[in-house]
């Protein structure tokens, strides 16, 4: 015969395990929602850009030019001397510098300790960068999407920022969508 | 009889105690307090000098919390600021940053005192892995504090922590942002709270478990731990550093107690082997000594095995921490010049650590009969060398303390607290010359009344 005790003491700890349950939501608490993903940005139009350009921008951009000119917020739209677009975390992921776009060179030069990402997949070919292990060796890279009216709109992020991406899982083709 | 003063002492012992009799209802009449009347080996009461140190940092930090800004531009600012403006704040930051050193240096002296002698048996086993966890818990405090001003060191730092959190397996992902949020404005922020409070409300939750109910305060140790900070501050001031900047490279090195795992780091081995699991299994084998060496010695001389481990563990951080700052200049380029030939850095490390180790178990298994040396004579003053050489000390005080001020009005603040330093110490040397003379009366005294009482 199972003891009225311990039945009443399962009611008890089922009890507290109820009440204790909603709490585990609370985890989100610690993330910062708009941090890295979901934000719909339009960055730019086609016609603003040509082979071998860039332009800066800060995503996800809230207006506040503290946030917006934060190192974590800093992001690179290239257009590639093949005229293809990407979109790159501008945190080296070495030690955090920003690295600035060279068309001539064809990649993003960062301006600490040298380190060169390539235009096309934004992986780390020369430098302390390129001496990192796999995922750790390559920039985080935008999801994009371009109109009918030919704007570029970043609607996402692969990777982790000042840290890398796995780009060998996500061809970077992949992550151009034309609507 | 009931003169002024006498009727006020009066009342002042009266209260003192009403008090005492009250706090018997409270929880501090569990500790019992030993103030020491002749020396004794500061080893034994290094963990009450750690604690003292904690409460230091605690008050110093809490007054540059009026000064400090947790924000990403401001924070190198109001670093310098407090630095470079606020009264005393160059004095206030240097005995926040050197307390922080020494807490680290006593957390660590007292960890191998205990070790050695075998303190964490006996019962002492939550006493003991208590104190583990608060070493780590010490170096993390350190680590966030001296993240907070945001300089080129600060951010190397976060870097490597990030950069580690991260590559840790199953968790990191979802763990690194927790202390990122949505960039470094937030993470300064984040650390800041893990440092203020998080974090030390931890240590005060563990303190209270690690405390042992004996606690020894010896006022002249306390007045040289507080001499030592100061003259530490003199002597090598904390610097300001450059301000971080994502578009200027820097060689830094970290903060003298990280150095040993930056130095695993900069061998190439896969990143978080290097600076998270190899630290963390040194962590797991202090851990786990009280429930291996199960042996009823305590004497280091009698478990050669256990002495030769302890050994081998100070080798091992000493030769991590000389690789650690090893800087090849010779070579071109930053990162050249930061790399470390594994084969060359494991193969020192090996060698030293199994060579000393070795050498240790084989002095202590050769069961030699120890002659302890005898113990020094103890130095006797008369009443009057104790009044004249305390009266020399209390001069060379004022004259000490008359420099630190005289050099503070010079604008030199480095000088001004070397002199405190040293006054500090002389203090120190005061007290216990203090305590000597009483002994001694107290034996003349024990010594008159026998000579008094009638011979049988």
């Known amino acids: 015969m199972v003891s009225r005790r311990s039945y009443l003491r399962s009611i008890l700890v089922a009890a507290i395990a109820v009440a204790v349950a909603p709490f585990a939501n609370l985890v989100s608490f610690f993330y910062r929602s708009n941090a890295e ?22 995503y996800p951009k809230t207006g506040d030019p503290k946030i917006d000119n934060d190192p974590f917020r800093q992001y690179i739209l290239v257009m590639t001397r093949e005229g293809e677009l990407r979109v790159y975390s501008r945190v080296c992921v070495h030690l955090w510098c920003l690295p600035t776009y060279l068309p001539q060179k064809g990649a993003l030069i960062c301006p600490c ?19 990192q292990p796999y995922p750790t060796n390559a920039l985080p890279m935008g999801r994009i999407e371009v109109d009918g009216n030919g704007d570029i709109w970043l609607v996402g992020v692969e990777g982790r920022i000042g840290y890398g991406r796995e780009w060998k899982r996500i061809p970077p083709r992949d992550l151009i969508r034309r609507v | 009889m009931g003169s002024p003063a006498r009727s006020l002492r009066e009342v002042v012992n009266n209260l003192w105690k009403w008090t005492v009799d009250r706090l018997e209802r409270t929880t501090i009449v569990v500790y019992k307090f030993t103030v020491p009347k002749t020396y004794v080996s500061p080893f034994g009461y290094l963990g009450t000098l750690t604690a003292i140190v904690f409460a230091i940092l605690g008050v110093s930090g809490a007054f540059l919390m009026f000064y ?41 002296l007292h960890l191998y005192y205990q070790y050695f002698s075998g303190r964490y048996k006996i019962k002492n086993e939550v006493l003991w892995v208590t104190g583990v966890v608060l070493g780590v818990l010490t170096i993390l405090e350190a680590y966030t504090g001296y993240n907070l001003i945001m300089n080129q060191r600060a951010m190397l730092a976060i870097n490597i922590g990030m950069g580690l959190t991260y590559s840790a397996p199953i968790l990191g992902p979802s763990l690194a ?14 650390f800041y709270a893990l440092h203020v409070f998080i974090l030390p409300l931890l240590m005060l939750i563990l303190a209270a478990v690690h405390f042992p109910r004996a606690l020894v305060i010896d006022f002249p140790a306390i007045s040289a731990v507080v001499g030592a900070i100061f003259i530490a501050g003199g002597l090598f001031p904390v610097e300001l550093g450059v301000k971080f900047d994502p578009t200027r490279g820097l060689i830094e090195v970290p903060e003298w107690y990280l150095t040993a795992i930056y130095a695993f780091l900069r061998t190439g081995t896969e990143r978080f082997t290097a600076g998270a699991l190899l630290p963390l299994l040194f962590v797991i084998l202090f851990l786990i000594v009280p429930f291996v060496d ?40 930053p990162f050249e010049q930061l790399y470390i030939e594994p084969t060359l850095f494991y193969g020192s490390l090996g060698v030293m650590t199994i060579a000393s180790f070795l050498a240790t178990y084989r002095f202590f298994s050769r069961k030699a009969k120890v002659t302890r040396p005898a113990p020094p004579r103890p130095i006797t003053l008369t009443p009057s060398q104790a009044t004249s050489l305390m009266l ?13 001020f005289y050099t503070y009005t010079l604008s030199l603040p480095n000088h001004s607290m070397f002199w405190l330093g040293i006054a500090f110490m002389l203090l120190g040397l005061l007290l216990h010359v203090y305590r000597h003379s009483i002994l001694v009366e107290q034996r003349a005294g024990a010594v008159r009344e026998a000579q008094k009482a009638p011979a049988r």
């Open chain 2, 177 to 190: 942002p927790i202390f990122l949020g949505g960039g470094l404005f937030d993470l300064v922020i984040r």
């Open chain 1, 113 to 131: 300790h040298g380190s060169v990402y390539r235009e096309d997949d934004g992986v780390a070919v020369e430098g302390p960068a390129a001496y």
């Open chain 1, 37 to 58: 993903t979901a934000q719909r940005q339009k960055i730019a139009n086609l016609k603003d850009l040509s082979p071998g350009s860039a332009i800066y921008f800060p």
């Open chain 2, 392 to 404: 020399a000390l209390f001069i060379l005080m004022i004259l000490t303390v008359a420099a630190s």
């Open chain 2, 68 to 108: 400090y800004r947790p924000d990403v531009e401001l924070a190198y600012l109001s670093v310098k600021e407090i630095t470079e403006q606020v009264p005393f704040g160059f004095v206030m930051r240097n005995i926040h940053y050197h307390a922080s050193n020494l807490m680290v240096l006593l957390a660590v």
């Open chain 2, 294 to 333: 199960k042996s009823k010695k305590l004497s280091w001389r009698d478990r050669p095995f256990f002495t030769a481990l302890g050994v081998a563990t100070i080798v091992l951080i000493a030769v991590t921490t000389v690789w650690g700052f090893y800087v090849d200049f010779s070579k071109a380029t």
